[in-house]
């Protein structure tokens, strides 16, 4: 499994817009898209922490096709202008070890 996870600093004051606006995205963009297991908006549980969206893939090649995806483009059309974020940092992640319960 490939994990992408996208830290993200949102305004103060802004977090229920972002909320409403980010999942809405995600409920328009992501269904069915080639590869992608499970997407989750986490919600910092401390003030001064950021947002993390989670996203994981079956690996890195079905989020290199996402990302090329007109799925992606939908997705992230208009962020740069988006009054609600600052600063946002994605890492990646290869699974090493995993339990359910």
Known sequence: ???VMNRIEVTEGMAEG?????SASMNATLPGV?????S???????PGQPYVSVMEFTDE?????WMGSESFRAAHKGAAENPTTGASVVETF????????
Request: net charge positive; aromatic share 12%; proline share 6%.
């Open 1 to 3: 499994m490939y994990t």
């Open 18 to 22: 972002f909320e409403k606006g980010f």
């Open 34 to 38: 080639p590869g992608l297991l499970r």
């Open 40 to 46: 989750t908006l986490l919600r910092p549980a401390k």
């Open 61 to 65: 090649d079905a989020f290199r096709a």
């Open 94 to 101: 290869d699974t090493v070890t995993e339990i359910a319960g």
